[in-house]
């Protein structure tokens, strides 16, 4: 009798499925980390408006009002809305508080802008990781009431 060498279809077919199950398992961990990455940006996004709004209220005693979920400070008059993505300036003597407002990671999303007064406002991004618990940190922070609380929904106000 011949000594034949190889692997049974059985063998193969066994590890195929194991390779296949750790690919699908390394897939999913790859997803999550780029939804918590594109998250971080989204934290960083909000402080960084929130000291650019600082520095607006600085000015003018007041921040801006919100014009359809928008910073409305832009112009030379500081009443036109503010895109996502471009220059955040105002005044007479146009005074730049930042040179990008920096825009949602995602294309189909936004941060979203709302005057509460003269000296409060509220700027929220949707987070894409449900378990992020700095979401219901963040909100009891800006003055939501514990239990009230939206996942996914990332707040920053003023301090």
Same mark, same amino acid.
């Given at each position: 009798?011949? !000594?034949?060498? *190889?692997?049974?279809?059985?063998?193969?077919?066994?590890?195929?499925?194991?390779? *296949?199950?750790?690919?699908?398992?390394?897939?999913?961990?790859?997803?999550?980390?780029?939804?918590?990455?594109? #998250? /971080?940006?989204?934290?960083?996004?909000?402080?960084?408006?929130?000291? /650019?709004?600082?520095?607006?209220? %600085? !000015?003018?005693?007041?921040?801006?009002?919100?014009? %359809?979920?928008?910073?409305?400070?832009?112009?030379? #008059?500081?009443?036109?809305?503010?895109?996502?993505?471009? /220059?955040?300036? *105002?005044?007479?003597?146009?005074?730049?508080?930042?040179?990008?407002?920096?825009? #949602?990671?995602?294309?189909?999303?936004?941060?979203?802008?709302?005057?509460? %007064? #003269? !000296?409060?406002?509220?700027?929220?991004?949707?987070?894409? %990781?449900?378990? !992020?618990?700095?979401?219901?940190?963040?909100?009891?922070?800006?003055?939501?009431?514990? *239990?009230?609380?939206?996942?996914?929904?990332?707040?920053?106000?003023?301090?």
């Amino acid at each position: 009798m011949k !000594d034949v060498r *190889g692997f049974t279809l059985i063998e193969l077919l066994v590890v195929i499925t194991i390779i *296949g199950t750790l690919a699908g398992l390394l897939f999913s961990n790859f997803s999550g980390a780029r939804e918590r990455v594109r #998250d /971080a940006k989204r934290k960083s996004d909000l402080t960084q408006i929130k000291s /650019a709004l600082r520095l607006y209220y %600085n !000015d003018y005693q007041k921040y801006p009002p919100e014009n %359809n979920s928008k910073i409305s400070g832009c112009g030379l #008059d500081g009443t036109s809305s503010c895109s996502w993505g471009s /220059a955040f300036y *105002g005044g007479g003597v146009p005074t730049i508080y930042m040179n990008q407002l920096p825009a #949602d990671p995602l294309s189909s999303q936004s941060y979203v802008y709302t005057r509460i %007064n #003269d !000296d409060s406002y509220k700027l929220t991004a949707t987070l894409e %990781n449900a378990s !992020d618990d700095s979401a219901a940190k963040s909100q009891i922070a800006c003055g939501v009431q514990q *239990g009230l609380t939206v996942v996914k929904t990332y707040m920053v106000c003023p301090d």
